[in-house]
């Protein structure tokens, strides 16, 4: 089954909040989609959203290089060698993930549709549904307790605080939120590279006692040797986030003493499905858990992520939010979401529907 048509085109998407990490402020974001046309008619849908600041590679760039004649090119060639076309572009294209994970999606759900199952059937389904964590950005305490509560008053039971500029102000703000929640809720905390490791050890030690589930990349990118004087027990509670853009990232944190106990992928550092299964592979041998991550997103690549994500056993946590403050996407459907619990639509593909 040929594909006949390739389209690549950006939307300029608001947020309807904007909110703060560590080193900057959101108020939208920019998503490039791909639609892949085969020749009965069927069509796959891909979306990119990379992140400069980790991976290098600007939305402009994503662009270009979808509308470029290598990509044009793709057209002609077979849905059925998919993982060919999706390797010939992660040769052509090293080191741009962005890419990478639009065309890696757009085949997955074109190919998945011409079978009539989901993508994650064509892998092997581990699991049904997981809770996924919501996020809340750098804001004042009370701020952040409102906040707490909508989330909490629409069903999630676990919130990610986003903290990383004050380690003495994250401690107290983690510290209201479990005066008001109690064991309610469970907390994890995203330093987005904004803690030195006495911050960290201050952090851990002075919250230990609260219900904290998890530090996502509390160190900045090449400081993760310094983890090491941890203890094992608090290392296997640490998040490897912007320190693993792929494979080989993934290889060198599996080796011991293991710095991070469990990985955070997303398909916009690490270029798509077939790369995140490689990942989780490498973390699976290495008895490493998985986080399922995201930035702000259309609903397609979230659905891409939780297909990939409950495929894999190691799969222990999603934080798959990015598409919930997404003013207006494109599309509809991909996922079910009912108290904070994150499903598949058993549709075939990735499930989405343009409206």
């Known amino acids: 089954m040929k594909i006949i048509s390739i389209n690549a085109w950006l939307e300029k998407l608001p947020l309807t909040k904007p909110y703060t990490i560590a080193y900057k402020t959101i108020a939208d974001t920019e998503i490039i989609f791909i639609e892949v046309t085969l020749e009965n008619g069927i069509t796959g849908i891909g979306a990119s959203s990379p992140s400069p600041d980790v991976v290098g590679e600007t939305p402009a760039d994503t662009l270009q290089n979808l509308q470029s004649e290598f990509v044009q090119n793709l057209t002609g060639r077979d849905i059925r060698n998919f993982n060919q076309l999706i390797d010939e572009t992660a040769v052509h294209f090293p080191k741009l993930p962005g890419t990478l994970a639009a065309v890696d999606i757009a085949l997955h759900d074109a ?17 049904q549904s997981l809770p996924t964590s919501i996020t809340i950005g ?17 069903g999630f039971r676990i919130l990610k605080i986003k903290t990383g500029i004050d380690a003495d102000q994250d401690i107290e703000r983690v510290h209201k939120l479990s005066e008001n929640f109690g064991n309610n809720i469970v907390i994890r905390v995203d330093a987005n590279l904004g803690y030195s490791l006495s911050d960290l050890k201050k952090f851990i030690e002075q919250t230990k006692n609260l219900n904290i589930e998890l530090i996502e990349q509390p160190l900045k990118v090449g400081e993760e040797n310094q983890l090491t004087e941890l203890n094992a027990e608090e290392r296997k509670f640490l998040v490897a986030d912007e320190s693993l853009l792929d494979a080989t990232s993934a290889m060198m944190l599996a080796q011991n003493p293991k710095p991070y106990g ?3 992928i997303k398909l916009m550092k690490c270029g798509g499905i077939k790369a995140a299964k490689e990942i989780a592979t490498i973390a699976k041998h290495s008895d490493i858990n998985l986080f399922w991550g995201c930035n702000d997103e259309s609903i397609v690549s979230i659905s891409a992520a939780l297909h990939a994500a409950f495929s894999c056993s190691n799969t222990g946590y999603l934080d798959l939010d990015g598409s919930f403050d997404i003013s207006k996407d494109l599309v509809e459907g991909g996922f079910i979401i009912k108290d904070g619990f994150m499903s598949m639509s058993g549709l075939p593909g990735l499930g989405v529907k343009k409206i």
């Open 111 to 127: 190919f998945c549709r011409f079978l009539q199952i989901p993508v994650v059937d064509f892998y092997g389904r581990k699991m």
């Open 138 to 154: 750098i804001k004042e305490t009370a701020a952040m307790i409102e906040e707490a509560n909508s989330y909490y008053t629409s």
């Open 262 to 264: 469990v990985f955070n």
